[in-house]
Every structure is written in C-alpha cells, then in structure tokens.
C-alpha cells in the first residue's frame, strides 16, 4: 500500500527551527529520489529540497538553500527536512512525494511562521 506521512510542523518564531519528518510505505518508493514540496493557499506547490536514494546527492530551491536540509534513514523509511532560520514566508503547508512520477499526496504538514 502507498503512503505518505508527514508529521513535525507547527508553530514557531522567525529565526526558530523545526525538523519535518517523511514516513513512506509501498515499493514504488525502492531506490527512488524523494523531495519536500510545499503550497500556501491558492498558489501552486513548489518545490524546496530533494534526495537521492542513497542520500550522497542533494538540491535545494534558492530560497531555502543554507537554511533547510534534507536528509533520509531508508532503514526506517523516512525522509526528513531540517529547517533553521525560519522565515514568515516559509509558512506554508509541507508535503513529501517521489522526486518525479508522483503517487498520491499525503496530508502535509503544517509550517507556521510568526514574525
């Protein structure tokens, strides 16, 4: 069964931090890049960071780059994303899915960002 979980948004000061995690299940996910997307209300999901599988290749959007990493445990199929430096803009809803070939979005999570 393909899932997608998010979990460890919430509330928090500019300049705070917050650590996202990613829990997956199905075997469309083996060996497969993952990344975090996020979407405020009424505009269209973008994208902020991805992994390769074996986690040795990483990018980031410009906006977030020196402030957010990603990471993964594929032991425990999870993908995380580690966010300092927070911003009133990086509030968003925050989302994981394969790198391309999209399954099924999960819930999200949600970033709020107070200034």
């Known amino acids: 069964q393909v899932q997608l979980v998010e979990s460890g948004g919430g509330l928090v000061q500019a300049g705070g931090s917050l650590r996202l995690s990613c829990a997956f299940s199905g075997r469309t996910f083996n060996s497969k890049t993952m990344g975090w997307f996020r979407q405020v209300p009424g505009k269209e999901r973008e994208f902020v960071a991805v992994?390769?599988?074996?986690?040795?290749?990483?990018s980031y959007a410009d906006s977030v780059k020196g402030r957010f990493t990603i990471s993964r445990d594929n032991a425990k199929n999870t993908v995380y994303l580690q966010m300092h430096s927070l911003k009133p803009e990086d509030t968003a809803v925050y989302y994981c899915?394969?790198?391309?070939?999209?399954?099924?979005w999960g819930p999200g999570t949600q970033v709020t960002v107070s200034s």
């Open positions: 992994i390769s599988w074996s986690g040795g290749s990483t």
């Open positions: 899915n394969k790198n391309t070939n999209y399954v099924p």
